[in-house]
């Protein structure tokens, strides 16, 4: 079975700051990992996903995270937090063969921006 | 183009009453997936559809919880008798293909209160 745990359920950072969020997973078979997005009174937006190939993986609005197979990690990292990050975030995964590509979410980190 | 859209985009109805709850998915996509999410959690996969394939149903929480698809085109979320704990927002999303490496896109959520 696939699991995934994010790490804190709120994060505050300052504004112009290095926003980290975690995410840890556990999964038997490779796994592929996601960041979604949502904002306030949006739906859930992909900003970047891990399938094969390079484990650094950069996505929309300047974020990055990097899948670390030892570790059973894929953290999201923007070096500069910006007013408009404030969100809710999700961590997901899904296995990519032999299965329905339905994603399993983390709890959720909601990132909170201060000027 | 046009998204994954959902309506009603609220619901308030009373315990007991039965409610239908429907997704129209970007044209072309063949998958199709509903999830739900309580307030403060992650979202929960509840069932997707695949073309004509028999949907994976292994999410749904009772024997309360239905949905059909029509095809390629729009599917209908079905919740019989409800009772509180089935208020959440119910997200539909949709990919053109095995999510493993296709994007699934979301749609705007129907917020269900159960009072």
């Known amino acids: 079975a696939q699991s995934v745990t994010q790490l804190g359920s709120h994060v505050s950072v300052s504004e112009g700051a290095l926003v980290l969020l975690r995410c840890n997973y556990s999964?038997?078979?490779?796994?592929?990992l996601f960041w979604y997005v949502q904002y306030p009174n949006q739906g859930l937006q992909l900003l970047l996903k891990y399938t094969t190939g390079a484990t650094l993986v950069k996505g929309i609005n300047g974020f990055e995270a990097e899948f670390k197979k030892s570790e059973t990690s894929f953290h999201l990292t923007k070096p500069s937090a910006h007013m408009s990050d404030a969100a809710e975030y999700f961590c997901?995964?899904?296995?990519?063969?032999?299965?329905?590509?339905?994603?399993?979410f983390g709890q959720g980190t909601t990132l909170q921006v201060k000027p | 183009g046009a998204g994954v859209s959902q309506s009603p985009s609220n619901k308030v109805t009373e315990k007991g009453k039965d409610v239908e709850l429907r997704c129209d998915p970007i044209?072309?996509?063949?998958?199709l997936y509903w999830y739900r999410q309580r307030l403060g959690q992650g979202l929960e996969f509840l069932i997707y559809f695949q073309g004509n394939s028999a949907p994976d149903k292994s999410g749904l929480p009772s024997d309360r919880f239905s949905a059909e698809r029509t095809g390629e085109s729009v599917s209908t979320l079905t919740i019989q008798r409800t009772q509180q704990e089935d208020s959440a927002v119910y997200l539909c999303?949709?990919?053109?293909?095995?999510?493993?490496?296709?994007?699934?896109?979301f749609g705007p959520g129907t917020r269900l209160t159960v009072l």
């Open positions: 997901a995964v899904t296995s990519g063969s032999g299965n329905t590509g339905k994603l399993i």
């Open positions: 999303a949709s990919s053109s293909g095995l999510a493993g490496l296709n994007t699934q896109y």
């Open positions: 999964s038997s078979v490779p796994p592929y």
């Open positions: 044209s072309g996509h063949t998958a």
